[in-house]
């Protein structure tokens, strides 16, 4: 059983900056691959970022945040982090952390075993 909490969102203005943070609770932490997602108002939940708990499996990216945002985790903290730059103002959404027990990376959010309640991002132009 993995618990799942996000914090580091807020309100930012176009150009600006966040990092958003999600710790973990579970001894096993290190063996969970860790994705983010968002979900806008009217629109469907999207994968945005993702690591492998492997070094071979590597990391995935939206396009949409290609270049802006970096995934990364801290296994001896047991968080996992998203680092967000040049924010737009349609990177406003509720972004959530989730956790899947493979070393292989999914953008699906079905096969995310684990969520977290997520945190409101919200970019003003």
């Known amino acids: 059983q993995v618990q799942l909490v996000e914090s580091g969102g807020g309100l930012v203005q176009a150009g600006g900056s966040l990092r958003l943070s999600c710790a973990a609770s579970?001894?096993?932490?290190?063996?969970?691959?860790m994705g983010w997602f968002r979900q806008a108002p009217g629109k469907e939940r999207e994968s945005v970022a993702a690591?492998?708990?492997?070094?071979?499996?590597?990391?995935y990216y939206a396009d949409s945040v290609k270049g802006r945002f970096t995934i990364s985790r801290d296994n001896a903290k047991n968080t996992v982090y998203l680092q967000m730059n040049s924010l737009k103002p349609e990177d406003t959404a509720v972004y959530y952390c989730?956790?899947?027990?493979?070393?292989?990376?999914?953008?699906?959010?079905?096969?995310?075993?684990?969520w977290g309640q997520g945190t409101q991002v919200t970019v003003s132009s």
């Open positions: 690591v492998s708990w492997s070094d071979g499996g590597g990391t």
């Open positions: 579970g001894r096993t932490f290190s063996r969970y691959t």
């Open positions: 989730a956790a899947r027990p493979m070393w292989t990376i999914s953008v699906s959010q079905q096969e995310y075993d684990y």
